[in-house]
């Protein structure tokens, strides 16, 4: 796949949840959501910031350093410093200029999205990213966020062929879901084989005596941390495969648990 595909698929994403937020009345912003402190306008704000900054990396990487070291330089803060950082400005802002400015930064990340080649590095918070992998992680970004709203306001978001993506991602951070704990990362290859709206998406050796098999959209929840791996009914055989699934972390940042069995 090349890069362009993964922008045209990002922009697919985003289009979404647009849609679905156009439905909802300016009230349904304010319901609180599943992350801790976050409402509904806050999912988005985040999503906002970081297609800003995401555009800045690609088009402006010196500005893009500054927003660095904003981040950096209040994240000793806590989690509520980064917050003030990062969306303290749309807090302030009434509903519908909340959705303008996360509509603005999308065109300018698709318009910076659109001058990348398949072998371009981009700068990012951690080391530096591949085009390909760097415009993946917008899009679970958006997916899991856009998740977030759809529990939140009982919104209907059907499955589709772009969560190939998210599972991807999901599939080959295994390692850096123990490495972000400082653990070591268990022996052995986790086959993974999923049901998807155009077919089966399949990983690993097929001799691989741990098993990760069902829904794919239910694989990306778990990765992604938006359900707990019993919460669904994904079919998990051998304890390296449960005890990956059981902290898996398909995003960057620091390690974070997520929901617990039956909150969900």
Known sequence: M??????????????????????????????????????????VAHLTYFDGTAALAISNPDRFRTALDDLMGVSGGGAEAVDDLTLGRARKMPPSEVFGAWRTNRSLLADAAATLADDTRVIWYGPSMGAKSFLTARLMEVWAHGQDI??????????SDRLRHVAQLGVITRGWSYVNRRMDVPEGEVRVELAAPGGEWTWGPDDAQNTVRGDAEDFCLVVTQRRHADDTELEIEGEVARDWLLLAQAFAGPPTDGPAVGST
């Open 2 to 43: 090349h890069v362009t595909e993964v922008a045209t698929d990002l922009a697919a994403e985003q289009q979404v949840l647009d849609d679905l937020l156009a439905g909802i009345a300016d009230a349904d912003w304010a319901t609180p959501t599943p992350s801790p402190r976050w409402n509904v306008a806050d999912q």
């Open 150 to 159: 759809v529990d939140t306001l009982g919104l209907d978001r059907p499955a």
